[in-house]
């Protein structure tokens, strides 16, 4: 299983930059996959998470309204599109995947390397 999260960078508060995440090595549709941050200083926190056994995606407080995470099956794609960014959204952002899910990080065992998102001006 491997995952390769791109798109982060320096965007502008109230930007809108879409993250990918490539996944290869396992069918998107028999895993729970997940985005999860980390800002400094701070524990990496579950953004958007996806959960194969009830199809639902769940979204932290701080983003619901804001991001919405997407999949394309056939290209084994996922996607975290990112609205309204404000300071806060600060943090390097990856992508995981689990056969089980899990609001914990600890619980995820298949990570892509991070890609970091700085809102500034």
């Known amino acids: 299983v491997q995952l390769q999260a791109s798109g982060g960078g320096l965007v502008q508060p109230g930007g809108s930059p879409r993250l990918s995440c490539a996944a290869s090595?396992?069918?998107?549709?028999?895993?729970?996959i997940g985005w999860f941050r980390q800002a400094p200083g701070k524990e990496r926190e579950g953004i958007a998470l996806?959960?194969?056994?009830?199809?639902?995606?769940y979204y932290a407080d701080s983003v619901k309204g804001r991001f919405t995470m997407s999949r394309d099956n056939a290209k084994n794609m996922v996607y975290l599109q990112m609205n309204s960014l404000k300071a806060e959204d600060t943090a390097v952002y990856y992508c995981?995947?689990?056969?089980?899910?899990?609001?914990?990080?600890?619980?995820?065992?298949?990570w892509g390397m991070g890609t970091q998102v700085t809102v500034s001006s």
């Open positions: 995981t995947a689990d056969q089980s899910f899990s609001p914990w990080a600890d619980d995820w065992d298949y």
């Open positions: 090595g396992f069918t998107l549709d028999d895993y729970a």
């Open positions: 996806f959960a194969s056994s009830d199809g639902n995606t």
